[in-house]
């Protein structure tokens, strides 16, 4: 037996399925697989860690009709203060210098994987099937058959679309091809209270290590991503709290107060990532099994989400005049298109890596001239300020909050 779609997505954590929230409006069938059981400790979209969303990412989830669940628990990032330990150099970046009420939000990832699949779990032309992982691809020139493990159906759609992370197998079944660097270092993730109101401000400190991200949230509380070498961050992982907060509070200084409570830890090791797309018919790749960022310019799940925002755009037009939403030129158009901007984030996010993650004398030199050349220029803080919100480049529907289109 052999289940016909529109569309197929492999993957449905965060990438997957808002692409496939993203296209219910176009009144087409969706199958989403995932391999990972829900709700488990190994799924990432219902783990612990907190995102950092741009302006330009609310925007997308307003328009797939997401937001106001997910707002509930999102808390604004109203300005950033960026700071470095060698010249005590400050630089404030406020959301109304460019009109807006917030550059971003900082929201739990669990919220936005519940919210998503709660949506497309409730939608009778979307089946979601996990756990479900793909064995096999077998792709003919107008549709992609897919067989999973342990699994009698086979599943069939005009468009295959591959979401299933930065590991993805099936990507690499495909013949894509990855480029990846590892960074000599580790970010600790965790959150910790403040002894003062933070007022919305997220702090971006570059420490001789490398940088440590503060971003506000509830009860004046932070999200931390804190970067350094790996042999410390696997130390400070089964560190006492009270080292911990001691040597985060030494590093980061005291812009955010004094730091009282820490919460669970847990280590990643850095990389970046950027694949080459599979020379397949009727294939593309979004989120993480396409690139993979370091954190220092918190474009991760932004990016997802503007592949999403693209993606859903071409699907849409193609339905809107008629066209194969598989056919050759459409799949290439996305590609080009993503790679451009992708490549463009990569190379932004690997100079700043080079350029903040030294003690080197000449570059920190440079680097304090940098941090004081963007304080005295509203014209570099407005075009700093427009990328942090991820109001760059030529913005897709969705990127600007508008809906695909209406259900009828």
């Known amino acids: 037996m052999v289940d016909h ?24 069938k969706i199958t989403v697989i995932e391999a990972i059981p829900l709700y488990q400790s190994e799924q990432p979209s219902f783990d612990e860690r907190t995102l950092a969303i741009t302006w330009g990412s609310q925007q997308v989830l307003q328009a797939i009709s997401q937001w106001t669940n997910i707002a509930r628990e999102a808390y604004p990032i109203r300005s950033i203060e ?45 089946r979601y099937l996990s756990p479900l992982e793909a064995e096999s691809v077998n792709i003919k020139s107008d549709h992609v058959t897919l067989k999973c493990k342990d699994y009698s159906e086979q599943l069939s759609g005009r468009l295959l679309v591959i979401a299933d992370g930065g590991r993805s197998t099936l990507s690499a079944m495909l013949g894509s091809k990855k480029k990846e660097k590892y960074y000599s270092q580790s970010a600790l993730v965790t959150t910790v209270a403040s002894n003062r109101d933070h007022g919305g401000v997220a702090h971006e400190h570059f420490a001789q290590q490398g940088p440590i ?11 931390v991503a804190w970067t350094m070498s790996n042999a410390r961050a696997n130390h400070l992982k089964s560190s006492t709290d009270i080292n911990v907060l001691s040597e985060l509070q030494k590093d980061v200084g005291t812009r955010a107060g004094t730091l009282e409570a820490i919460g669970k830890r847990s280590v990643y090791q850095l990389r970046w990532a950027s694949v080459y797309p599979p020379h397949a018919n009727r294939t593309v790749l979004i989120g993480n099994a396409a690139h993979e960022v370091h954190p220092i310019a918190g474009q991760g799940f932004n990016l997802g989400l503007r592949d999403v925002a693209e993606l859903a755009d071409i699907i849409a037009h193609a339905i809107e005049t008629g066209q194969d939403i598989g056919q050759a030129s459409l799949v290439s158009k996305y590609i080009n298109s993503r790679r ?20 080197m004398p000449v570059i920190s030199q440079f680097r304090k001239l940098g941090l004081a050349a963007i304080e005295s220029s509203t014209p570099v803080k407005k075009m700093l300020l427009e990328r942090t919100a991820g109001l760059y480049g030529e913005l897709p529907r969705l990127a600007q909050g508008i809906p695909l289109a209406k259900r009828e």
């Open 213 to 223: 991200a503060l971003l506000p949230t509830h009860e004046n509380r932070f999200a």
């Open 5 to 28: 779609v529109d569309v197929l997505i492999v993957g449905g954590g965060l990438a997957g399925a808002s692409l496939a929230c993203a296209l219910l409006p176009l009144n087409i």
């Open 82 to 126: 960026v700071s470095e330990e060698i010249g005590n150099r400050v630089v404030q970046l406020d959301s109304s210098l460019i009109g807006l009420e917030a550059l971003g939000y900082v929201i739990p990832t669990r919220v936005i994987g519940e919210v998503l699949i709660s949506a497309l779990k409730r939608e009778p032309s979307v």
């Open 340 to 359: 451009r901007q992708t490549n463009r984030v990569l190379r932004f996010t690997d100079g700043l890596v080079k350029v903040f993650g030294t003690s």
